[in-house]
């Protein structure tokens, strides 16, 4: 049931022509410091945040607070000093040597599913607070974010990424709310990542419905909320 779960809320910024990513798959900041900004105030208000383990790995990401300003926003809204970090992997190929597993701040959560291999579930309990295998061979996610409110107290989970973590949410029906930067830059490349790849939906009737909630320009960006349609 979806009172059972955690409010799903994601971020991204993308170029005007919708790319999150050169087609290399190389990952360079983009968007203005203020959109960076923005990332922070939105993971001040989530128990937890989530992404893939290529976005981990490709953006050297920590997951983490980004200083003194935001880890008192957390305290006032009335979080823990520092968010809970999920990595989704379904293999379970994240490097254990990647820089997040270096920094213990806060509890490190790793959902896969059960075709992990025995070395890479070794190496991951190595380094993580706890290995969640949800699924056989892919992520039963309305599972793991149940597991995630009842196990970890999450009551609002914050995906940043990548592209395919994000369409496995929008397919199972599970986000709530997109954040949305959009910046004056294209990158072009048919390969290039979205912030929905995966599968995707083959025909209209079966798209997810999003309504605009929300709309303003700062400079050359446009900051865009959508809801999901009930």
């Known amino acids: 049931m979806k009172k059972q779960l955690p409010f799903v809320f994601s971020n991204f910024a993308m170029t005007a022509d919708g790319k999150i990513a050169f087609a290399s798959g190389n990952f360079v900041p ?27 790995e490709t953006t050297g990401t920590i997951l983490g607070n980004s200083g003194e300003k935001f880890r008192k926003l957390r305290l006032k809204h009335g979080l823990a000093e520092f968010p809970l ?4 992997s379904g293999s379970g190929s994240i490097n254990p040597a990647a820089k997040i597993f270096r920094k213990r701040f806060s509890p490190i959560v790793v959902l ?22 949800c699924g056989k061979t892919e ?10 409110r009842e196990k970890w107290n999450v009551r609002r989970l914050l995906c940043e990424g990548g ?3 994000h369409s496995a949410l929008i397919r199972a029906d599970l986000l709530d709310e ?24 083959f025909q209209l009737a079966d798209a997810a419905q999003f309504k605009l909630k929300s709309i303003r320009r700062i400079e050359n960006e446009s900051f865009a909320v959508f809801s999901r349609k009930k």
């Open 178 to 201: 997109l954040h949305l930067t959009v910046c004056p830059k294209i990158f072009g490349g048919r390969n290039a990542p979205t912030i929905a790849d995966g599968k995707g939906f």
């Open 112 to 133: 896969t599913a059960a075709r992990i291999s025995k070395m890479n579930l070794k190496n991951l309990r190595a380094v993580a607070d706890e290995v969640k295998i």
């Open 30 to 56: 983009f968007s203005s410091a203020r959109d960076r900004e923005h990332m922070m105030e939105l993971r001040a208000t989530a128990d937890a945040v989530m992404c893939g383990a290529r976005t981990i």
């Open 163 to 165: 592209g395919e973590l």
């Open 139 to 148: 992520i039963n996610f309305p599972s793991a974010l149940r597991w995630l």
């Open 85 to 88: 970090r999920v990595i989704v």
